[in-house]
C-alpha cells in the first residue's frame, strides 16, 4: 500500500481498532472452546421470521466468524483501512460510523434474505432433482441459515476509505502495479453485487450483507461531511 502510517502506534492512537480486533478473537476462541453452547448460533443472525432469531444477533453477529481465514482477511481489512480512518475522524465517530455500518449490513440481509435463500435453493441437489420441492427448500433455509462475520462494517469502512482517500494506491495481490482506492473498492461492491443476484453453487459468501454494508457507509460519509469533506460538522 503506498500511503505512509502516520502516528506512534496502534495502540495508542488506534485503540477502537485494537480493542475491535481483540473482541472478534475472543468470540472466535469462545465458538471454537466452549462446548457446552452453541455461540455460534446463538450470535449469528438469523432470518427475523425464524424461530431461532433473536434481536441481539442484530449486533453480535458481526463478532462471529466462520473459520481462521474469514477473521484473519476481516482483521487484516479492519487494521489497515480502520486504522486510517480512526486517527482520521478519532475514536468515537469511528465506533459509531463502524457500528452503523454492520447494523445496516444485517437489515439488509434480512431484507433480502428470502431472494437469497431461493438462489441458494435452487443450487441444491434436492431441488435439481424435484424441482417441486423448491418452496420447502427455501422456507427451511429462511429457518435455519443464518449470516455472521464482521465483513459488513468493514465493507462500509472500505467504502468510506474510497470516498476520502479516493487517490490512494493500493497494492493488490498478483497485480503489479499500484491501483487507486476509488477503482479497487468499486470493483469489490460490483462484485458483491453481481454475487448476490447470480449465486453459484457452493457459494456461502453473504454478498448482500457486504453491499449493505458498504451502501451504509458510502451514504454515512456522504452525508456527515456534505458540508465540510474534512470533518462531520
Known sequence: ?????????????????????????????????????????????HYYKSSLFKPHQMVTHMFMHVDVSHILFN?????????????FWGPKKFLIFYLICG??????????????????????????????????IVESFKEYN??????GAIMGVFAAFAYLFPNTELYIMFIPIPVKAKYVIPFF????????????????????????GAIVGFLLVLYWNKTNRKTFY
Not at 437489515?107 to 423448491?134: C, G, H, R, V
Open 1 to 45: 500500500m503506498a500511503f505512509n502510517s502516520y502516528g506512534n502506534s496502534i495502540q495508542k492512537n488506534t485503540t477502537v481498532v485494537l480493542n475491535l480486533i481483540i473482541i472478534n478473537v475472543l468470540v472466535f476462541a469462545a465458538q471454537n472452546m466452549i462446548t457446552q453452547f452453541n455461540v455460534t448460533e446463538w450470535g449469528s443472525l
Open 189 to 212: 461492491v460490483l462484485i458483491d453485487l453481481f454475487g448476490g443476484i447470480y449465486r453459484i453453487k457452493g457459494d456461502n459468501i453473504g454478498h448482500f450483507a457486504h453491499l449493505g
Open 103 to 136: 447494523l445496516g449490513s444485517a437489515i439488509f440481509e434480512q431484507f433480502l434474505m428470502p431472494y437469497d435463500s431461493l438462489q441458494a435453493a435452487k443450487n441444491t441437489a434436492e431441488y435439481l432433482a424435484n424441482p417441486e420441492m423448491l418452496q420447502p
Open 75 to 87: 482483521m487484516f481489512g479492519l487494521w489497515m483501512f480502520g486504522t486510517i480512518l480512526e486517527r
Open 146 to 151: 443464518y449470516s455472521l462475520g464482521a465483513s
